[in-house]
């Protein structure tokens, strides 16, 4: 069974200028099943989490402690400066693996915050540390991750030791000092709220509390614990929202930019490989024929040459034309659904085109969806093998929704920097969207069939 997985911007793409990728995969919190906790691998791994972090946490807190200790007095000099500066990034050694184990163990990758750029030498190196928010939050976090970490681990062995003890008890209870209770009777075994676990009644219930809290309280204590570790960890050594739209946007610009520049270079290497050459051919048929007019000669021939431009003139418009509808097709001039319907009725195959907009689009976003739609029944005509294409266009709430389904084998993925060049459309499209903060959801299964949506807020590039 196949489910809609969104396309995320390539991470590391081998884009020119690319900014880095701050955005994590989507990530779901570990469910909490009271029926099952105690077996449930998440939960075993976040009580691994709590403890293993816990050295981690004290070293932490000892770095926070000698980062104030000799930083503030050191700061007053040039060389204390450098010296807090490098304390202060020591920060990231801790943050770095605490993402990593959040990741191995709380099911929660975090994706670290950007490093901010500095000017060359000692001074921009120093000055950018101390500006560095995602560092300050770094070293905030050594003092409050030792303060979570401690109580999370304390509380949780204290839970998980109390249920095994008193499921336990029976077994090793008769070994503890003999003690007289208000009785005045010997008696052997814990006491819980005055009373002396000794008799069988009391340790059938005493186990039986112990079941309750190792199946029920423990698992469910360990789960809120660990859940508290998630968000302080997020919030405090992850990127913010601003710095992933700050590289979202960037990558954007940057993938415009790029696109705009191959763009110029394809128009630039077709006028001149294509167009101004045949130009040049019209230009010297031409001559030749006025220096045959000039000499009087046979009429016929300068006839023949005098064709021949024409001819040629025609096919340089053609070309013209040809490459002026890859820059601003003219059938987008009639709207979006009259071009969708001009290519949809191009193709080898029935396409069944439904557009419901109650109000047109900006022209930069009926460009991206008429390309996208292209490429997408392109890649279907050459690789999905289809008999039917159906295309969907619609206004769902802020956004512009195109959907196109096949019934073809499957298998669409996106490729980046393919040598076969097999998925690199679907590469060229997703950074067509990004460029409009749009984005991409691939659903191919093997066997088909594939659908792909893209989403577009209407109120881009207005």
């Given at each position: 069974m196949?489910?809609?997985?969104?396309?995320?911007?390539?991470?590391?793409?081998?884009?020119?200028?690319?900014?880095p990728h701050l955005s994590a995969p989507p990530v779901t919190a570990p469910r909490f099943r009271p029926v099952r906790a105690l077996v449930d691998g998440a939960t075993w791994r976040q009580f691994a989490f709590h403890v293993a972090h816990l050295p981690i946490a004290v070293g932490a807190v000892t770095w926070f402690t000698l980062t104030l200790s000799a930083g503030i007095p050191l700061g007053v000099t040039w060389i204390g400066?450098?010296?807090?500066?490098?304390?202060?990034?020591?920060?990231?050694?801790?943050?770095?693996?605490?993402?990593?184990?959040?990741?191995?163990?709380?099911?929660?990758?975090?994706?670290?915050?950007?490093?901010?750029?500095?000017?060359?030498?000692?001074?921009?190196?120093?000055?950018?540390?101390f500006r560095d928010a995602g560092l300050w939050r770094a070293f905030a976090y050594l003092l409050v991750g030792f303060v979570v970490t401690t109580v999370a681990a304390a509380v949780s062995l204290a839970v998980l030791l109390t249920a095994l003890g008193a499921l336990t008890h029976s077994v090793?209870?008769?070994?503890?000092?003999?003690?007289?209770?208000?009785?005045?009777?010997?008696?052997?075994?814990?006491?819980?709220?005055?009373?002396?676990?000794?008799?069988?009644?009391?340790?059938?219930?005493?186990?039986?509390?112990?079941?309750?809290?190792l199946v029920a309280v423990w698992p469910a204590v360990n789960h809120g614990l660990g859940s508290l570790q998630r968000v302080v960890i997020r919030s405090m050594l992850g990127a913010t929202a601003r710095d992933r739209r700050l590289a979202e946007v960037t990558a954007s610009r940057d993938a415009a930019v790029v696109d705009a520049d191959a763009t110029l270079r394809r128009i630039e290497r077709e006028l001149h490989d294509g167009t101004q050459a045949r130009l040049v051919g019209l230009a010297m048929t031409l001559g030749d024929a006025r220096d045959r007019l000039q000499t009087g000669q046979d009429a016929a021939d300068v006839e023949?040459?005098?064709?021949?431009?024409h001819t040629s003139t025609k096919e340089a418009l053609v070309e013209l034309r040809a490459l002026a509808r890859g820059i601003h097709p003219p059938v987008l001039d009639a709207g979006l659904e009259a071009a969708l319907t001009s290519a949809c009725a191009r193709t080898p195959f029935p396409v069944r085109l439904t557009v419901d907009l109650p109000e047109r689009p900006s022209t930069v976003l009926e460009g991206v969806a008429y390309f996208g739609v292209l490429e997408l029944l392109t890649n279907v005509s050459k690789h999905a093998e289809a008999v039917t294409a159906t295309v969907d266009v619609r206004q769902v709430g802020t956004e512009l929704v195109v959907t196109v389904t096949?019934?073809?084998?499957?298998?669409?993925?996106?490729?980046?920097?393919?040598?076969?060049?097999?998925?690199?459309?679907?590469?060229?499209?997703?950074?067509?969207?990004?460029?409009?903060?749009?984005?991409?959801?691939?659903?191919?299964?093997?066997?088909?069939?594939?659908?792909?949506?893209m989403t577009m807020p209407l109120g881009a590039a207005r």
């Open positions: 196949s489910r809609a997985v969104p396309v995320p911007a390539p991470h590391g793409a081998a884009t020119p200028g690319a900014a400066l450098v010296v807090s500066a490098f304390l202060l990034g020591g920060s990231q050694w801790f943050a770095t693996v605490t993402r990593r184990m959040s990741a191995a163990l709380l099911d929660q990758p975090v994706v670290a915050p950007p490093r901010r750029p500095h000017r060359p030498g000692i001074v921009g190196w120093v000055t950018a540390h090793w209870g008769r070994y503890l000092p003999e003690q007289v209770g208000n009785d005045g009777l010997p008696h052997r075994g814990a006491q819980v709220l005055g009373v002396f676990v000794d008799t069988t009644p009391l340790q059938l219930a005493f186990a039986g509390l112990g079941l309750v809290l023949a040459l005098v064709a021949r431009a096949d019934d073809g084998r499957g298998g669409a993925h996106v490729a980046l920097g393919s040598d076969g060049g097999h998925g690199t459309g679907l590469a060229g499209l997703l950074e067509r969207l990004r460029a409009v903060d749009g984005r991409l959801d691939l659903d191919s299964p093997t066997g088909g069939p594939t659908t792909v949506r």
